[in-house]
């Protein structure tokens, strides 16, 4: 087992690595750099000489590989560098930023978490009953439909019926915690109610299989009482699907909200990502990339070990 | 060239108010929202307003736009109390304000001018100045006493003094441009009204009262706020839930629509045709755009009066104009303007030209792919009315939007055959908005090498009387537009901006980089 | 390696009966028994129909800009109201179906189908093979999303063909890595080993034993993904990637004016978001039911 593990751990590196060519090479063949972007903007046209100046300074004109060998071995040394656009260390540009990423994803996973489990208990408990319709409907509806456009019918129905706007600028929770909350609810609404939908699903199918494993009938046989049943075998091995679901979906949130971020005007993690690209900041768009993809394989990682430890019967090769 | 009488103006502080019933009151700060940061801190590399507006009351300049008038088009001294031109028009002479202070408490001379305008029209290599070619037309720039700052220039330009009222070109300290020239990129030291409290990136930028700026008793305000952002329905849901007083770049007529509703006369509204417009640019060198007829027949297609009334409603455009913006000094006339081709009152004549210009040009009937930015307002808006005007007479046309890294390449590689240009100006001021068309400009995307206008350009340009100037200004217009149509102009932007009503002393101009110093502004109780 | 959607734990199961006849009865008995997948079911076929008949059923052509009936709330005339332009919404939205199956399916279908020959060729061929095409999907999988997306369209224009690919790319490796490990159990079993022994080819192998026994999980990915690109298509449009105006399109619709004017002329937003949440809906219905139907273990309800 714990050659598996050590196994595991190690491929982490690769990916990342992998990674890490995929999003330089990938940004460097995307046509337009900073430097053309900076000084083109509404009303002048910079001259030639200006734009190779400036190429320069950014290090844009050395080679491909010396560009990629000091990034990675700046990344060895944990040094991200600076914004190619602002000029501040990427540490700091992340840092208020991915605070509030993190907070919305953990409060959409809460939000999804806490609907998800009971609902997708009880839709497998009384599976093919008009209550499992409801919930199945319910969920579905949860993953058709688009977040950002729930987003928006969230905003409008607030200021039509309530006549009141959520804040519109971020402060962190230990600030003000009622504003960030008030600020923070509905995007997690939005979002969370999406995520329950995938893990209600889930956790009604992976109930409905281990309501029917043989160990369950053997323990109805033996007679144990209805509930028992329930929650210690069954909903412990109807965990690991479900919490497979909840950390993929945990990674995606810190980073894929592009479009939530824009209706509800946070300043997150997705947003800087569509605006790194947008203005072809490679030394950022790089880190950024490299962050969520961390947070992914970490998590998969994590979710490996928690598979292991949780379903003993799973062989792996 | 024979001349003018030299002129002696007489400095106004650029302070008493037009309409001014009330009387300003001390006191408060000012909220508003900026749709973008700045990506530095130095004016005179950078060209976006999401610089200027939390920065501009850091800074003074030696001229500026006087803040009052709407047309933003009067030159009213800022650092400068008074000035001479010579009768030869080649020299202008400044007299700067006494008692000036950087928010460091060192006092502003000339030589502080002097270094920042070194920096701008003369920079050192590998400096970058966005602005020099804006000042060719200056030999040296002087600094014979602590009071005095001389320009010489190679040749007279009437439109110098205001080409001078830039506002980027703040003047910076001389001592600290000596030892290091980059450090303003990322330092904020200036004379302005405001001093520099804090920049927290992703949120907000506080500037607070200069208890020691020149013009006493200004600035009005105890200070300001400027909240970072980037998308549009934030910020009109901020001011529409009073968090916010204003946005100084300009709202949609939806948006207005629904502060009005919601706000009543909390909420007023000014607006002002916008010194920026969205051109149709068509590659020369591309069959069959090198053939006159085509390009005439895509403006003869284009419905301007119709569209004016009704996307007006929807997007930030409204005004029909040619090479200026209406209501400026140079702007030509409605019934003028109704001469040019794709300006007559009767579509359908217009159309049918068309049609049968591009029948002669073997034309009819013609694909092609125009190309467009994709960005809401207003190109989108315009691109969908584009395509469906040019239906009308039987072209068939695809759109391909490019994102704006994309789109600029595209169009300096000349890799179009028509596409969405565009041009905004900071003053309305033919010098300024016209040298794009000219055959040497890099902005000339379309590649129309045509002496004729290049001629007519610089005889505007020299021209000593306004008449006289009026008059070739017509002739390029109609070259540029009706006998060429090397470009062809959609219709002016409209800037619209809905503010509290609490906000006082502050006049809206063509330009969104205007009119940002906030020494003017107050706020009612 | 951990895995997405519709699980797939090693089974404990006895040797199975044969591949083919198990789906065929599946598919059978599931109009019968899962109404609701029928349901979901029908809408789709429903929306096949209006797309392929768009020009007969449209009441209006979607492009044509009509100033005079601007911002019209739904009457008689325009059942759905009209746009900023005076578009009619109904004939946008049928004719915006077309856009939404013509990326939902040629998203989902290539990427599922690429994603299946990778994972059962990882699975089968096993060893360097797998380890290397497993690293690359790690890679893709591990990539955001919305990144590779702005990044294709970027590198190769902005258009429908493009679009496509953006949103296909993602997810070849998530349907590679299910239908792998569905691969990996099949591989396992006595008559694969007994083919191989008797010395067939490995094409004739894959064909006949290992891809009939992944058109269970490969039909689910399918629907899956089909849902899922709807969406993709709506979020990316509504950034501004993909298709572009005057086209009609549902996600399209909701950008720019449809926000802005949300207030004032709701029908904008609020019918293009329901076709959307209504054409996902569907094929996640009948995904469902698809898959509670071909899933072995529940078959024996």
Redo the contacts between chains.
Sequence with gaps: MWRYFLKRFLLMFPTLIGVAALIFFLMRVVPGDIVELRFAGESSAASKENLAQERSRFGLDRPLWKQFAEWMWGLARLDFGKSMWTGASITDEIKLRFALSLQLAVMATIVAVLLAIPLGVISAIKQDTWVDYVVRIFSIAGIATPSFWLGILLILGLLIVFKWLPPMVYTPFWVNPWQNLAQLIWPALAVGYRYSAVATRMTRSAMLEVLREDYIRTARAKGLVENLILSRHALKNAMLPVLTVICLEFAFLMGGLVVTEQVFNLNGLGLLFVQSVAHRDYTLTQALVLLVAAVFIVVNFLMDLMYAWLDPRIHYR | MPFLVSLVALAQVAGAPAAAQEKPRSGGELVFVVPS?P??YDAHRE???GLIHPMAPHYSTLMRVDPFDKTGTKPVGDLAESWTIAKDGLVYTFKLRQGVKFHDGSPLTSRDVKASYDKIIFPPA?E?S????AYKVVEVVEAPDPQTVRFRLKWPESSFLLNLASPWNWIYKADILAKDMRWY??NVMGTGPFTFVEH?????WVGKKNPNYWDKGKPYLDGYRA?F???S??QV??V??E?AHIQFRGF?P??R??LVQALGNKITVQDSPWD?ILMIAMNHGKKPFDDKRVRRALTLALDRY?AS??LS??AIVKEVSGIQVPGTPFATPPEELAKLAGYGKDINASRAEARKLLKEAGAEGLSFTFKNR?I??PY??L???L??QW?QVGLNV?????????Y??ML?RGDFEVAMD?????IVEPDLDLPRFLSDS??NYGKSGDKVLDDLYVKQSQATEAEERKRHLRAFEKRLLDEEVHSIMTLQWHRIIPHSSKVKGWTITPSHYLNNQLDTVWLTE | MAINVPVEIATTEAVPREPRARWLSAVVGFTRRRTLGAVGAGVVVLMLLVAALAPVIAPYDPVTVDFGAMLAAPNAKHWLGTDAFGRDVLSRLIYGSRTALLVGFGSALLGATVGAILGVGSAYFGGRIDLYLQRLMDVFLAFPLIILALAIVAILGNNLQNLIMAITIPMIPRCALVIRSSALAIREMPYVDAARAAGFKHGRIILRHMLPNVMAPYLIMLTAFLGQAILLEASLSFLGLGVQEPTAAWGLMLRGAAVEFAETAPWMAVFPGLAISLAVFAFNLFGDSLRDALDPKLRTL
Excluded at chain 2, 130 to 133: G, V, Y
Excluded at chain 2, 200 to 204: A, D, L, Y
């Design positions: 940061e990506p530095s060209e976006t307003f590998g970058v966005l602005r020099k070619s990129e990322k927290v990136k992703g949120s907000h909240l952002m980037s998308s329905s934030a849901a901020a529409r839930g968090r949609t939806a948006d629509d629904s920026c119709e009334k009704n409603k929807i994709g809401p307002q989108e808006p691109g969908i009315w395509i469906d239906r695809k759109q391909e939007i490019l994102e704006a890294s994309a600029h390449p300096k565009f041009q905004c100006g900071f890099d902005a």
